[in-house]
């Protein structure tokens, strides 16, 4: 009998150690990156009237100007702290329709300049409750800008947005925030109206 509980106890413990090695070697730690994001309550603010155009945008975002070396007069940035991302609005006078297919162009152009990184670009066109038409894609995968957008009256105002985080993290982990921000612009373009840039000329 002691034999018999000598052998026992030796199986035992020897698949005691078989488990706790299988478990060590089964264990990996999470990936650097996924961060996690405490995501506010939507509110907005209006615009300053000294813009060409107006819209509703993030109370959580700083509006600053674009400092870009190629920016406009009318160009801006909505900067939001906690994501670290930005959104490019420049603005462009339509001057006519030679000018308007230029900005369009130029548009599609900086949206299929990603069409190397992205695994996906999806386009719909909208129309906000004013009746404004505005153009979305968005764009899927490993890209600098995942969300872009374009709204014009077609005679006087073209108006185009970008968005961008200033992060190394990966836009997989990114997508809460992505979501968020998406959220915000769908609302400025949904309060988006055009100034008289005789009256918005007083900056």
Known sequence: MKIKEIIT??????????VLWGCESDY??????????ILPEHAYQPLPDTLPYYFE?????RLLKDSSWIS??????????????DIHI??????NLDSLKEYFDDAYFLTAKHQ?????????????????????????????????????DSTENFLRGALYFNTQVQNDS????????????VHMMNTLKWNSLKESSRN
């Open 9 to 18: 106890k030796l199986w035992l413990a020897f698949f005691i150690v078989l």
């Open 28 to 37: 990996a730690p999470k990936p650097k990156g996924y961060n996690r994001f």
């Open 57 to 61: 945008y993030s109370k959580h975002a």
């Open 72 to 85: 406009d007069k009318y160009w801006v940035e909505i900067y939001y702290p906690q994501f670290k991302a």
């Open 90 to 95: 420049t603005y462009k006078t339509v001057n």
């Open 116 to 152: 190397i990184k992205a695994s996906a670009i999806d386009e719909a066109i909208s129309k906000t409750p004013s009746g404004k038409t505005v153009v979305y894609a968005e764009l899927e995968g490993e890209v600098p800008s995942q969300f872009q957008f374009i709204s014009t």
């Open 174 to 185: 990114l997508q809460p925030a992505i979501e968020y921000v998406k959220v915000d612009i």
